[in-house]
């Protein structure tokens, strides 16, 4: 007697599911068992139990031997495709330059999504992140940009995070002033080194000043209030 075997499609299946049951998936107009084999693709049967190893296509093959009542089937075949398991990916919310500095490579970590017993380690990334464009002081967003996971994953969230350009730093050094006893101080002036990014000058705001004193002698200068403003930043007044 002949005997046939009908193997529908399978489907919504994803990197993580573990193991699938075929039992009752193909069926026979015979009363002969049905064996399960798979022909190709990232899993492995056992009896009616598929174990799903990865992401990809998976070809499956369902035959029936026969016996002495029964011819054997016509083996048939189908394709299971196993989807990415997905990932929630957040950008480093730690990341700074100083002003006039490369940008670094942006960082990122994996929140959610690990299919155990896999870590970061196994999955495999392309592309990278970007911010929004711009390089004065402040602070700036970083995006998804290119970055995708590849493989056994794909990213279906991402937080952005915050990249901050810092200001870059001023050294101040005051000018040596004098003045005839009974005369008004000048205005205590002064150089500063530390320009980047081919800047030619630097803005500030607030002043100098200078030890108390109206007497005959010499008075130590110091900071009063002096700032610079925008990129930079003094870090020392000598």
Not at 17 to 42: C, E, I, N, R
Not at 213 to 236: K, P, S
């Amino acid at each position: 007697r002949r005997s046939s075997d009908l193997f529908p499609t399978l489907s919504g299946v994803i990197y993580g599911v573990g193991t699938v049951s075929l039992s009752g998936d193909a069926t026979t107009t015979s009363p002969l068992t049905v064996a399960y084999s798979v022909l190709s693709g990232p899993g492995s049967v056992s009896g009616t139990t598929l174990t799903v190893s990865g992401a990809g296509t998976i070809v499956l093959q369902a035959s029936q031997n026969g016996n002495a009542n029964w011819n054997a089937a016509t083996p048939v075949t189908q394709t299971l495709v196993v989807s990415p398991a997905h990932l929630t990916v957040a950008a480093s919310l730690t990341q700074s330059k100083t002003y006039g500095q490369s940008d670094p490579v942006f960082t990122y970590a994996i929140t959610a999504g690990l299919v155990t017993p896999d870590t970061a380690s196994n999955v495999t990334f392309t592309g990278a992140e970007t911010r929004v464009s711009g390089e004065n002081v402040g602070p700036y967003q970083v995006n998804e940009g290119t970055l995708a996971a590849t493989g056994n994953y794909t990213i279906i969230s991402f937080t952005a995070g915050t990249f901050t350009i810092n200001p870059a730093p001023l050294t101040v050094t005051a000018s040596n002033e004098t003045k005839v006893f009974g005369t008004t101080d000048p205005t205590l002036a002064y150089t500063y080194a530390g320009l980047v990014n081919g800047d030619a000058s630097a803005t500030f705001t607030g002043a100098l000043t200078r030890v108390a004193g109206e007497n005959v002698g010499n008075y130590a200068i110091t900071n009063n209030n002096l700032a610079a403003t925008g990129n930079y930043t003094i870090t020392a007044v000598v």
